[in-house]
């Protein structure tokens, strides 16, 4: 089945660690995504990559970093940077930019605390 | 900016009624895509429905469907019939050329057995 995946589903980290959330999709899809996702909040837009080596950052990049190497692969890392890095995090992937027609595909989740 | 408003933090709906949901949103794009995003206890967001902003047919997907206004910039769901299932955070969101997708801050949607 294709889909996405994050890895692990429950992460906890002490202050100061940088942490990396896996996402993996074997859905041949071009875009990829992450959003972080607070209480009472919609979804927030960290980072973005439309092809591989390539990524832009969204509206609440301080303190996070991503590399696309593989089409299928999207790592987010929190760094000790991030002030509030305790939150939900979503991957998420699409046909690439240009085409109008399709929709969001979401990962699982990852809750991430750190104390 | 684009944006998308959801202004109804939290619906009640009784199981078997019909519900609405709210979104409205803000572009100076023509062409554009809107969708109604689910998100159950677990987390795990799926599409609900999609609405090509060419179009001028609402979209359905059995009990839901939507009432796109594009002139008034409103895209609301309709979910009728309604299911313990149905129990859920919902999220409008907004696409038009480009990478982005704007999401709204949802509604839960709560289900009245």
């Known amino acids: 089945d294709g889909g996405i995946t994050q890895s692990p589903k429950y992460l906890f980290r002490k202050e100061g660690q940088n942490v990396t959330l896996s996402c993996e999709q074997n859905l041949n899809h071009d875009a990829m995504y992450w959003y972080r996702q607070d209480p009472g909040q919609g979804l927030r837009l960290i980072y973005y990559s439309q092809i591989v080596n390539d990524f832009q950052k969204g509206d609440i990049a301080e303190g996070y970093s991503v590399s696309r190497e593989k089409k299928e692969s999207f790592p987010l890392t929190v760094t000790s940077a991030q002030k509030n890095p305790t939150a939900f995090y979503l991957c998420a992937s699409s046909m690439g930019a240009g085409t109008f027609l399709y929709e969001q595909y979401f990962g699982p989740g990852t809750r991430l605390t750190v104390t | 900016a684009q944006t998308v408003t959801q202004s109804q933090p939290e619906m009640s709906v009784q199981e078997a009624e019909t519900v609405t949901l709210s979104c409205t949103y803000d572009?100076?794009?023509?062409?554009?895509?809107l969708f109604w995003y689910k998100q159950p206890p677990s987390r795990q967001m799926i599409l609900v429905i999609r609405?090509?902003?060419?179009?001028?047919q609402n979209a359905t997907e059995n009990r839901f469907s939507v009432n796109f206004q594009k002139a008034a910039k409103s895209f609301s769901l309709k979910i009728s019939d309604s299911q313990l299932g149905d129990a859920a955070m919902y999220f409008c969101?907004?696409?038009?050329?480009?990478?982005?997708?704007?999401f709204g801050t949802g509604t839960r949607l709560k289900v009245l057995a």
């Open positions: 969101a907004y696409r038009a050329g480009t990478y982005k997708y704007i």
């Open positions: 572009t100076s794009e023509s062409d554009y895509y």
């Open positions: 609405q090509e902003a060419y179009k001028q």
